[in-house]
């Protein structure tokens, strides 16, 4: 079974610029959730898709961050413009059920953004 | 908000010894918990979660500790192999906007001495 497609793998911008990342999560899978890492922290959620409705982007910072999973299936995470602050890896994942109780949480490999 | 922390950032362990990583939490409406592995380079690798209303859970040389009257969570690492070297996680699941989220630690990273 493929995993979780993740591109690039690694991007480098100046600020103000913008970025797009791509995912395409597992075969089956109807949710889709974006997070961001800060080196040295823990993943925080940006976004959960449900199909291609949105779950949750509670904490997306909207003025710059979009998503979007038109087909539900891939998804397009945007930022623009980008700050230094969003140097980070974004981890794409998906679960087949939304309610992610059974550990059934699978992780791409991530898109390392660095922003100069 | 609450959040899921850590004891230790790093910790050095003697390959065939026994390692112990220790994550206390806030949330004390947390009901799930699982521990993630996360190799340079590559995203978090689901390892062992439990249930609340568990407080040991056992895997393939894994066991996780649950301990609910003080907030704690350990994941134990029986004869602790190079390839066990990594960031460990632990998350909780809360709830928000209509959503069961996780919420990860900030990760200790575990070293194998060979």
């Known amino acids: 079974e493929a995993g979780v497609a993740q591109s690039p793998r690694y991007k480098i911008i100046e600020k103000r610029q913008s970025v797009a990342f791509w995912c395409n999560p597992i075969?089956?899978?109807?949710?889709l959730y974006w997070y961001q890492q800060i080196l040295g922290q823990g993943p925080k959620l940006l976004i959960q898709?449900?199909?291609?409705?949105?779950?949750?982007d509670s904490q997306l910072p909207k003025d710059r961050f979009s998503a979007e999973r038109l087909k539900g299936v891939d998804s397009t995470l945007k930022i623009q413009p980008a700050k230094l602050e969003d140097s980070a890896v974004y981890l794409c994942?998906?679960?087949?059920?939304?309610?992610?109780?059974?550990?059934?949480?699978?992780f791409g490999e991530g898109s390392r953004l660095t922003v100069l | 908000g609450e959040s899921v922390g850590l004891h230790l950032p790093t910790l050095s362990v003697q390959e065939g010894d026994n390692s112990i990583i220790n994550c206390a939490y806030s949330?004390?409406?947390?009901?799930?918990f699982i521990w993630y592995k996360q190799e340079s380079g590559k995203g978090p690798q689901f390892i062992i979660d439990?249930?609340?209303?568990?407080d040991k859970r056992q895997g393939q040389r894994v066991t996780v500790l649950l301990n609910k009257t003080v907030k704690h969570l350990s994941l134990q690492i029986a004869a602790t192999q190079p390839g066990d070297s990594a960031v460990y996680f632990c998350?909780?699941?809360?709830?928000?906007?209509?959503?069961?989220?996780?919420?990860f630690g900030k990760g200790t990273k575990l070293s194998v001495i060979p």
């Open positions: 994942a998906s679960s087949r059920l939304v309610f992610v109780g059974t550990g059934e949480l699978f």
């Open positions: 075969s089956g899978h109807a949710t």
């Open positions: 898709f449900q199909n291609n409705g949105v779950v949750d």
């Open positions: 949330n004390s409406a947390s009901d799930y």
């Open positions: 439990i249930r609340s209303n568990m």
């Open positions: 998350a909780e699941r809360g709830t928000g906007a209509g959503s069961y989220q996780l919420t």
